[in-house]
């Protein structure tokens, strides 16, 4: 009688009609209050991991803000547009990081989006099956390289083949067009904003194609083959069918990418330059918040040092709950058009 109830579903067992021994009844009683602990144990654990998830986001927010208040008495408002970072002062602001965490970030997301999405559609729309596995394996893999990597390849590799190559032509061909040469001024150097937007978008490549790749391999076929027979070509069938039908997903492989690129430490100290000033050009030399903490927080040996490089974290921290408040709020947009 155990072994049939054990196999059985719990609805079937509770509504079975007809006559029952005591015996019977006291197991079928057994079964269902063993049922019911065990989902009263599986709710509390569930529970318990989301509570615990809360408890960790609101223990890092409260040791951020405990740990940068003297910072923030100090300075106040004036940390975010000083350009100035002097520890032998004792004279921080944030503006210098902020703009290279924003900008590195843009360069990465503007190159790595388009070239993602084009992968992903490729993989599950016009490769051969024989070539499918071998890209995904590819992609896979660049996604597993450990950052620091990238960062000793960046600066070893592919900054002195930017200076030699890319760099020295950028500046004589777009470096004299009205509107945007600034961008372009300056001597090679090398390393800089451009080269740190260049190795991010190298490494958030392969999230965005995963996820992407992942999200249009579920569009039910049905609905392609329904485009395809009404004449559509490969790239309306994408456009029109697949993009709208994942694009929650794409958003979602998106922002994360993005949020790799905010947060990129390592690769990033490497290939930016590290220096604590705001120029128009992105071949010049600069930083972002996370390269500023990894680099500086062994040497912060003066509270308000330290203190400075905390509230940068928590600058970081308010960028990245910005842009996912954002991604969040542009996703209930969109499902509130289309009357999802």
Not at 107 to 128: H, K, N, Q, S
Not at 227 to 238: D, F, H, I, P, Q
């Amino acid at each position: 009688m155990k072994k049939t109830l054990g196999r059985r579903p719990v609805a079937d067992v509770a509504l079975q009609s007809g006559s029952l021994s005591v015996a019977e009844a006291s197991d079928r009683s057994k079964v269902l209050q063993k049922l019911r602990i065990g989902d009263i144990g599986f709710r509390l654990l569930t529970r318990g991991a989301a509570i615990t998830v809360l408890l960790i986001l609101g223990g890092i927010i409260v040791s951020l803000v405990w740990g940068s208040w003297e910072a923030m008495g100090k300075f106040g408002f004036a940390f975010l547009i000083t350009e100035s970072w002097n520890p032998v002062t004792e004279q921080f602001g944030a503006i210098s990081p902020i703009y290279g965490t924003i900008v590195t970030s843009i360069i990465a997301m503007v190159i790595a989006v388009p070239i993602g999405l084009f992968i992903a559609l490729f993989l599950t729309e016009l490769c051969p099956m024989f070539l499918r596995r071998p890209i995904g394996i590819a992609i896979e893999l660049l996604a597993g390289i450990p950052s620091i990597i990238y960062g000793i390849w960046g600066l070893f590799v592919f900054a002195p083949f930017l200076q030699q190559y890319v760099q020295p032509l950028l500046i004589n061909t777009l470096g004299n067009v009205p509107g945007i040469g600034g961008l372009f001024a300056g001597p090679p150097y090398g390393i800089g904003i451009l080269t740190a937007g260049l190795i991010l978008a190298i490494m958030v490549l392969p999230f965005i194609t995963s996820i992407s790749r992942d999200v249009f391999s579920a569009v039910p076929p049905v609905l392609k083959e329904a485009a395809y027979g009404l004449g559509c070509t490969t790239w309306e069938v994408s456009r029109y069918v697949v993009l709208p039908f994942t694009r929650v997903g794409v958003i979602g492989g998106v922002m994360l990418g993005l949020g790799r690129a905010l947060g990129e430490t390592m690769a990033v100290t490497f290939v930016i330059g590290n220096a604590h000033r705001i120029s128009a050009s992105i071949l010049a030399p600069g930083t972002t918040i996370s390269a500023t903490i990894a680099n500086e927080f062994t040497e912060a040996v003066e509270s308000v040092y330290t203190s400075s490089l905390i509230l940068l974290g928590l600058i970081l921290f308010v960028i990245t709950f910005i842009v996912l408040a954002f991604a969040r709020i542009m996703l209930m947009r969109l499902n509130a058009r289309v009357g999802a």
